[in-house]
Protein backbone atom coordinates (compact mmCIF):
# COMPACT_ATOMS: atom_id res chain seq x y z
CA UNK A 1 0.00 0.00 0.00
CA UNK A 2 1.31 3.42 -1.24
CA UNK A 3 0.72 6.66 0.97
CA UNK A 4 0.92 10.08 -0.84
CA UNK A 5 0.73 13.12 1.63
CA UNK A 6 1.41 16.82 -0.14
CA UNK A 7 2.37 19.51 1.61
CA UNK A 8 3.57 23.54 1.07
CA UNK A 9 0.46 24.78 -0.34
CA UNK A 10 -0.40 28.60 0.24
CA UNK A 11 -1.49 31.92 -1.15
CA UNK A 12 1.46 33.73 -2.99
CA UNK A 13 1.26 36.65 -5.58
CA UNK A 14 2.06 36.43 -9.28
CA UNK A 15 5.87 35.73 -10.07
CA UNK A 16 6.38 34.01 -6.60
CA UNK A 17 8.03 30.73 -5.79
CA UNK A 18 6.47 27.83 -4.01
CA UNK A 19 7.82 24.48 -3.20
CA UNK A 20 5.14 21.48 -2.74
CA UNK A 21 6.49 18.61 -1.04
CA UNK A 22 4.90 15.03 -1.40
CA UNK A 23 5.91 12.64 1.47
CA UNK A 24 5.57 8.87 0.39
CA UNK A 25 5.07 6.12 2.25
CA UNK A 26 5.41 2.32 0.85
CA UNK A 27 6.98 0.55 -1.97
CA UNK A 28 7.56 2.33 -5.01
CA UNK A 29 11.03 2.00 -6.68
CA UNK A 30 9.34 0.83 -10.21
CA UNK A 31 6.66 3.04 -9.87
CA UNK A 32 5.90 6.53 -12.00
CA UNK A 33 5.57 9.96 -9.50
CA UNK A 34 3.46 12.79 -10.88
CA UNK A 35 1.78 15.98 -9.71
CA UNK A 36 -1.46 17.08 -11.61
CA UNK A 37 -3.98 20.00 -10.46
CA UNK A 38 -7.48 20.96 -10.39
CA UNK A 39 -8.50 24.53 -10.85
CA UNK A 40 -12.94 24.97 -9.69
CA UNK A 41 -14.78 23.84 -12.67
CA UNK A 42 -12.09 22.16 -14.80
CA UNK A 43 -10.87 18.84 -14.79
CA UNK A 44 -8.08 17.51 -13.43
CA UNK A 45 -4.94 17.84 -15.68
CA UNK A 46 -1.59 16.79 -15.15
CA UNK A 47 1.37 19.02 -14.24
CA UNK A 48 4.52 17.23 -14.27
CA UNK A 49 6.17 13.44 -13.78
CA UNK A 50 9.30 11.97 -13.18
CA UNK A 51 8.94 8.04 -14.70
CA UNK A 52 9.99 5.18 -13.05
CA UNK A 53 12.00 3.87 -16.13
CA UNK A 54 13.37 6.89 -17.45
CA UNK A 55 16.12 9.81 -16.92
CA UNK A 56 13.64 12.68 -18.06
CA UNK A 57 11.11 14.24 -16.85
CA UNK A 58 7.86 15.00 -18.13
CA UNK A 59 6.36 18.80 -18.12
CA UNK A 60 3.21 19.63 -19.35
CA UNK A 61 3.56 22.79 -21.94
CA UNK A 62 1.86 25.13 -19.77
CA UNK A 63 4.53 24.84 -16.61
CA UNK A 64 7.26 24.06 -18.41
CA UNK A 65 10.14 26.10 -17.85
CA UNK A 66 8.70 27.30 -14.95
CA UNK A 67 7.94 24.05 -12.80
CA UNK A 68 10.57 21.52 -11.59
CA UNK A 69 9.74 17.85 -10.06
CA UNK A 70 12.38 16.14 -8.09
CA UNK A 71 13.04 13.32 -6.36
CA UNK A 72 14.81 12.72 -2.70
CA UNK A 73 15.16 9.15 -2.20
CA UNK A 74 16.83 8.69 0.96
CA UNK A 75 13.72 11.19 2.23
CA UNK A 76 11.01 9.29 0.39
CA UNK A 77 10.06 12.62 -0.57
CA UNK A 78 8.78 14.24 -4.58
CA UNK A 79 9.09 17.84 -4.79
CA UNK A 80 7.25 20.47 -7.49
CA UNK A 81 9.28 23.45 -7.81
CA UNK A 82 7.16 26.28 -9.10
CA UNK A 83 8.66 29.58 -10.15
CA UNK A 84 7.59 32.32 -12.09
CA UNK A 85 3.61 31.57 -10.95
CA UNK A 86 0.90 33.14 -12.33
CA UNK A 87 -2.94 33.71 -11.40
CA UNK A 88 -3.80 30.62 -14.32
CA UNK A 89 -1.70 28.11 -11.63
CA UNK A 90 -4.20 28.32 -8.65
CA UNK A 91 -5.71 24.88 -8.12
CA UNK A 92 -5.51 22.17 -5.78
CA UNK A 93 -2.12 20.35 -6.07
CA UNK A 94 -2.16 16.35 -6.08
CA UNK A 95 0.68 13.60 -5.88
CA UNK A 96 0.10 10.52 -7.47
CA UNK A 97 1.58 7.44 -8.16
CA UNK A 98 1.53 4.26 -10.65
CA UNK A 99 3.29 1.45 -12.29
CA UNK A 100 2.69 3.78 -15.21
CA UNK A 101 4.71 3.76 -18.98
CA UNK A 102 5.65 6.74 -20.45
CA UNK A 103 2.97 6.75 -22.65
CA UNK A 104 0.26 6.81 -20.29
CA UNK A 105 1.67 9.49 -18.02
CA UNK A 106 -0.18 12.60 -19.25
CA UNK A 107 -3.85 10.49 -18.00
CA UNK A 108 -5.55 10.03 -14.84
CA UNK A 109 -6.69 7.06 -14.49
CA UNK A 110 -3.76 4.80 -14.41
CA UNK A 111 -2.54 6.32 -11.45
CA UNK A 112 -3.76 4.12 -8.91
CA UNK A 113 -2.62 6.28 -5.46
CA UNK A 114 -3.15 9.96 -4.63
CA UNK A 115 -2.96 12.53 -2.33
CA UNK A 116 -5.17 14.74 -0.56
CA UNK A 117 -3.99 17.59 -1.90
CA UNK A 118 -2.61 20.99 -1.43
CA UNK A 119 -4.36 24.28 -2.36
CA UNK A 120 -2.13 26.87 -4.22
CA UNK A 121 -3.87 30.15 -4.78
CA UNK A 122 -1.54 33.00 -7.01
CA UNK A 123 -3.23 36.10 -6.43
CA UNK A 124 -2.55 39.11 -9.76
Known amino acids: QVQLVESGGGLVQAGDSLTLSCAVS???????MGWFRQAPGKEREFVAA????????VYADSVKGRFTISRDAAKNTVYLQMDSLKPDDTAIYYC??????????????????WGQGTQVTVSS
Open 26 to 32: GRTRFYT
Open 96 to 113: ASGPISTQSIRTTRPYQY
Open 50 to 57: IPWNSDTN
